[in-house]
């Protein structure tokens, strides 16, 4: 059995990406997630990799294109404000079909904002990502090994369906000590890119990677192809973990460092003889509806909790469609929400069922 090891976040997260055999990693400073760009400074080299710091967030994501198009695992990372700036590069990867792996360790906005941890970048990773039709896969950590183990499986993901994968952290995870496992077993193989514009020796047809479709028909059925397989994604890989849901009649649902404080807040309402439970979404895109539509049975009201002014709410909302109430509780701005906070809410939502 491998030993653990205490490591931050960041680094974690960094070393994970070089076992799942990512070579080429392009980005530019910005707190909380600089330590993720400094460790690969350090590590890329010693494996044989390429580290490079771009001239801005825009080189980078390109450099993430340029390189995912040769057929070589890639990724960069960032903090909400970098994420922003890429958002024209991440539609170009989806656009064009490419697997990447995008970090954003999330910081307080808008604008430059603060540098503490926040989660209001759920709906850019959701939502609007970039311009035009396109989902990513959305990965939600709660825990520096969950960030470890969902690196390879991010980049597994992105290979299999060609798309850009974004493992969505936040300062809190990011900068946080834990004992992990680095299971040196676990390293991955890149798989065969038959797509990727390399080399072939005039063995087979040119591969031409292109976002850019001048006739309206053609990008019409490019885009309804690319949605069919979203459709198979929301069916085969949605991911949420349920905890103590099975009799629950409030049920809160909290992703990443809201997580674990909401798991806190049920197992004190729990002692208080309330029936809570919470519902852990680990894939943001596809959303764990499934999950959610389950718990309908014996759930009385749903209460989400966000380190925002409530946004990932609003998918529950949809989800539950006004069979059941959906409250929220959030902190904002960097501020952090604490068990005994929400444990309060959970007591108000209690004398009103």
Known sequence: MPEKVLMKGNEALAEAAIMAGCRHFFGYPITPQTELAAHMSKRMPKVGGVYLQAESEVAAVNMVLGASAAGVRAMTSSSSPGISLKSEGLSYLAGSDLPALIVNVQRAGPGLGGIQPSQADYWQATRASGHGDFKMLVFAPSTVQEMIDLVADAFSLG???????????????????????????????????????????????????????????????????????????????????????????????????????????????????????????????????????????????????????????????????????????????????????????????????
């Open 159 to 353: 290979d299999e369906y060609r798309m850009p994968a974004m493992i969505l952290s936040d300062g809190l995870l990011g900068q946080m000590m834990e004992p992990v496992v680095m299971d040196d077993t676990k390293r991955t193989e890149v798989p065969e890119r038959p797509w990727a514009v390399s080399g072939h020796g005039n063995k087979r047809e040119h591969n031409i990677v292109n976002s850019l479709y001048i006739d309206p028909p053609n990008l019409e059925a490019i885009l309804k192809e690319r949605y069919e397989k979203y459709e198979r994604i929301k069916e085969k890989e949605q991911r949420c973990e349920e905890y103590r849901t099975d009799d629950a009649e409030i049920v809160l649902v909290a992703y990443g460092a809201s997580a674990r404080i909401s798991r806190s807040a049920v197992d004190a309402a729990r002692k208080e003889g309330i029936k809570a439970g919470l519902i852990r979404p680990i894939t943001l895109w596809p959303y764990p509806e499934k999950a959610i539509s389950s718990r309908m049975a014996t759930a009385k009201a749903f209460l989400c909790v966000e380190m925002s002014t409530g946004q990932m709410v609003d998918d529950v909302r949809l989800i539950v469609n006004g069979k059941r109430p959906v409250s929220f509780y959030g902190r904002t701005g960097g501020m952090i929400p604490t068990p005994a906070e929400v444990l309060n809410e959970i007591k108000k939502m209690n004398g009103g069922i």
